[in-house]
């Protein structure tokens, strides 16, 4: 969908240089960070020599590559770093779902860092997993923390008279998630500023959410979960128990650092949810992800970290 813009800004230089991307058939599948790493690594990957190089692998290329008009919108956008003749773009721009999403740059180093990642392509299915189930009974949803707002846009686009919210604390991600939406063609998705949901009104027929989770000691805010890993989600479990209308659905994809075969996330969850009256389960969706993590002193204690998805309905 070609989108008209009257003025050139911040924002929608980032969605026409997406659509100059997208015309020229470019498509980048973002991969974990330890693979991405690996991938750059390699001998002849220094440098970028075309498109997936310097948007996908974010690899550092010189004068003359892009177009100009590619390095006209990146500059107004003020993601184009000049460093002598070593240039590097400061976005990247994902494919899922037939989508371009734009998101922050390799390594996500900064506090306020936007990710985008298999996660994303994660959560994103397993919501759309219940929207095929019961699309007839979503007349509102809210992907919190929404990050990119890839999740509010593939509901989205499957409901095209849903009011569909995307919230986020993280003010990049919310400038991100603006310009998705207009490359993606959903006005029926609205941005907002909210911790959780404090910062919305009503009910939902819909939430979806994938929180940060890790125990990360640099407690940058996009992976931190808190002490264990956790209580973010259950602060998510609990704004759900307060806000979901009648056969409203809470879709949460986390991860959880098993230790002598306890799942401490699932315990924790089991004792928020008791007396709730919601209706949940719970089930690993991969056994074993982010394994490097298991070097680092945050998860000593752990022999695996789990990838899951708790699904928790209100009945009608």
């Known amino acids: 969908m070609s989108i008209t813009v009257p003025e050139t800004t911040e924002a929608t230089a980032l969605v026409e240089l997406g659509e100059l991307l997208r015309a020229a058939g470019y498509r980048f599948t973002t991969v974990t960070p330890a693979t991405h790493e690996r991938i750059n690594h390699r001998p002849g990957n220094e440098r970028a020599t075309d498109l997936r190089g310097v948007f996908g692998w974010n690899r550092p290329f010189g004068r003359g590559l892009l177009p100009d008009r590619f390095v006209e919108l990146m500059d107004v956008a003020g993601v184009l770093k000049r460093d002598g003749d070593t240039w590097r773009s400061l ?12 998101h922050s740059p390799f390594p996500t180093t900064e506090p306020d860092a936007v990710f985008f990642g298999p996660d994303t392509h994660r959560m994103a299915d397993a919501a759309l997993a219940v929207v095929a189930a019961r699309q007839d009974q979503v007349r509102r949803a809210v992907d919190i923390g929404c ?5 509010a846009i593939a509901v989205a686009k499957r409901l095209r008279g849903t009011e569909v919210l995307a919230v ?4 990049a991600a919310l400038r991100f998630a603006r310009s998705n939406i207009l490359l993606a063609g959903t006005p029926n998705v609205q941005p907002h500023h909210s911790d959780l949901l404090d910062g919305v009104t009503g009910t939902f027929d819909l939430i979806i959410s994938n929180p940060p989770f890790m125990i990360d000691p640099a407690g940058r805010a996009y992976r931190d979960g808190g002490p264990n890993g956790h209580e973010l989600s259950l602060r998510i479990l609990d704004a759900a128990a307060e806000r979901l209308a009648g056969g409203g659905t809470l879709v949460l994809f986390a991860g959880t650092g098993i230790a002598d075969g306890r799942d401490p996330f699932h315990e924790a969850a089991r004792t928020r949810l008791a007396g709730t009256g919601l209706e949940w389960t719970y089930r690993e969706v991969d056994p074993d992800a982010y394994g490097e ?3 680092g002193p945050a998860y000593a204690h752990a022999e695996r970290i789990a990838l899951v998805v708790l699904t928790a309905t209100r009945p009608s």
Do not use: H, Q
Request: glycine share 12%.
């Open 91 to 102: 976005v990247r721009y994902s494919t899922y779902d037939g989508e371009l999403f734009v």
């Open 147 to 151: 990050g990119t707002a890839a999740g």
């Open 293 to 295: 993590e298991l070097d």
């Open 168 to 171: 986020d604390i993280n003010a």
